[in-house]
């Protein structure tokens, strides 16, 4: 059986309990008891997040974003391994 956690790191799509965006393209940060942490370019757009110009060697900080299980619909993988 697949969980959560052996899926940090891989592409998800994910649908939001009333949203007006069918489905999200997200890549799983983190799980915890209450949520899961994702990255997703509609969000960032969404929310409006300015890239500053990466200081030094730093690479360019991306947000993530918390999501509560209660929020969300569906999850679906593209692991082949199910």
């Not at 969980?3 to 489905?23: F, P, T, W």
């Not at 500053?52 to 730093?58: C, E």
């Not at 999850?75 to 391994?81: F, Q």
């Amino acid at each position: 059986m697949v969980r959560l956690d052996d899926l940090i790191g891989e592409q998800l799509i994910m649908c939001l309990v009333n949203s007006e965006v069918a489905s999200y393209n997200v890549v799983l940060h983190g799980v915890e008891h209450g949520g899961i942490w994702v990255e997703c370019r509609k969000l960032e757009i969404l929310f409006d997040h300015r890239k500053g110009k990466p200081k030094g060697t730093r690479p360019v900080k991306k947000p993530v974003f918390f999501y509560p299980y209660a929020q969300i619909a569906l999850l679906i993988s593209y692991s082949t391994e199910l």
